[in-house]
DNA sequence: CTGAAAGCGCTTACAG
DNA sequence: CTGAAAGCGCTTACAG
């Protein structure tokens, strides 16, 4: 900018204003600036603007795994609205360790990001209290903040399971196995407290022996499948916590003899085209992302009012698995 | 970093001394340092600190669409190549646009990233000619560049397809449908160009009526199909150009009664869930994303040899949809 | 309408 | 081992 303003024959301040398109400039002294801005093939330096404002116009996003659909579709909902604002993103997969997650939102505070949209794997996000102190605002999306007062968006998780359920006692299912993740992640304690609550409103005991929770992994999902159909009262239909647990579901049951009726937490591309197709509890992650969006850059403006939690609700796509009698 | 220095009584340069853990300090100074930056809760402004050093550690994505599985799984390898290197990337879906795609890229380098990945969408990268000469490295994915000189990495395209039609052909398949996107597109035209050299390798004439090049969109299916279905001589196995054409194709026979064999340009997930699973041809998303990666921080470090276009082999996957005999 | 000075928060090169 | 000065590229507050 100074060679700018050498070349030019002007000062300094005078092309910053026309860079920034300032009025008061004579419509002469702007034209040899451009002149100058071409020929030196200038771009203005924004970190060193930053610098100087304080606001960088960058957001930081946490999630959990680029490649899972759900965060993906989940991140482009916030680049949409972040576009939108003039804002660019930052991006980082935790891959589900909280040690990353901590040194990824850190590093995206270093760089004065103006806001992080988190999808945490942490359990403990009182490492955020110093960086929420110096200005920085956080929304947690998917799953709440642990230990630290911030604004959430969450899927109704407990409400969506206990539709699915519904739907399947409504076939006629009394033993419905259900197969989440750890226990230890939120959203896993929330779609087993719906699965509950579903056998309760419908006067069914809960019968732990039919619940599985952990990653849902080829072994895991085996063992689990095996104990659920042995005995004398197999489980005649099977709740799947989220989309991975579907899958893998979907991948031992193509190994065994018993079909039973499935309905899984969370849609995903193709679910219509199997068979059968499969019955789902959507939640809208896109909508999850622009809720998210739109509620930072309100905090990013200004609005400091007390933390909000915002629950989406869900809804049941019945496409066949689900509807199978016993 | 002021404010450490006045608190620990010490000199600006100590602390950073400190901060960036060059030695020369004396522990007790170093203590005192250490004390103030608690007791402050300092955090080092990175900005400021590139404004000084030049580099940012930071490089940007354009890719086309995040929530497309082929691009996550890219964008997934070239963050966790980046973190390995102690760099932040930032991500941007161009929706297919070329003027979204220059914004996105321009916005990056007036951040001034180290460097630029980018899966592009526009036919005409010259834009990009004075970030080159700034020292911005740029790696082109999944597409090159056009009318600039710049790395590239590529999955063998042409190869794949013929790969994938000479296993219709051996199956004893002679008319085979070709449902690729618009010819505008390098991979589309590529792939076309795969299929024709196939159909020659094999003695077989190139029948135009058997192609169909557009965005895979249900009209356009359906119309391609009840061109190919149609007449004395219909096709008896169907090339799909990439995923979404793939599924496009899977969604529309669902709706007929033709039958034919398919082989699928690009894997997705559940395609071994199918009735039957399908046959791909899969392109290594994981690796082309850090090849790239690895390129582009070879430059980054000064790797100033010329231009380089890596084109990363395929994968034939027979599941049995393209077993099928005439 | 225009510009010289100071400063954002850090590092670099130098002197003690 | 330690620190005062200058500067990265811009903007802010002020004076002409």
């Avoid at 995903?268 to 068979?275: G, K, N, P």
């Amino acid at each position: 900018m100074n060679d700018v303003a050498r070349t030019a024959g002007v000062g300094l301040k005078t092309v910053s204003r026309v860079v920034n398109g300032e009025p008061r400039v004579r419509p002469e002294t702007a034209r040899k600036v451009h002149a100058a801005i071409t020929k030196l093939g200038f771009r203005r330096h924004e970190g060193a603007r930053w610098l100087r404002q304080g606001s960088t116009a960058c957001i930081g996003m946490v999630l959990e795994d680029m490649a899972d659909p759900f965060y993906s579709m989940l991140t482009r909902a916030v680049e949409q609205v972040a576009r939108a604002k003039g804002f660019l993103v930052f991006t980082g997969s935790s891959e589900a360790d909280p040690a990353q997650e901590r040194e990824l939102a850190q590093a995206f505070c270093a760089r004065r990001v103006d806001g992080l949209v988190i999808a945490p794997a942490s359990q403990d996000h009182r490492y955020l209290e110093p960086e929420l102190q110096a200005g920085v605002v956080v929304v947690f999306v998917d799953r709440p903040a642990q230990n630290i007062d911030a604004d959430a968006v969450l899927a109704d998780n407990a409400g969506g399971v206990r539709a699915g359920i519904a739907h399947l006692l409504s076939q006629g299912h009394r033993r419905i196995g259900f197969l989440g993740d750890t226990p230890e992640i939120f959203t896993a304690a929330q779609r087993l407290r719906g699965y509950q609550e579903a056998l309760a409103a419908a006067g069914l005991p809960f019968d732990e022996s039919l619940v599985a929770m952990g990653r849902p992994e080829q072994g895991f999902v085996r063992m689990s499948f095996d104990r659920f159909f042995a005995g004398p009262e197999p489980v005649s239909a099977l709740f799947t916590g989220n989309n991975r647990a579907t899958v893998a579901a979907l991948r031992e049951l193509a190994t065994r003899t018993e079909r039973p009726a499935l309905v899984g937490f969370d849609d995903f591309e193709l679910a219509d085209l199997l068979h059968p197709a499969i019955t789902v509890v959507k939640q809208d992650a896109a909508a999850i992302g622009r809720t998210a969006a739109d509620l930072l850059f309100r905090r990013i403006s200004g609005d400091d009012g007390p933390a909000r939690t915002i629950e989406l609700s869900t809804q049941l796509i019945p496409r066949g698995s689900g509807e199978v009698t016993p």
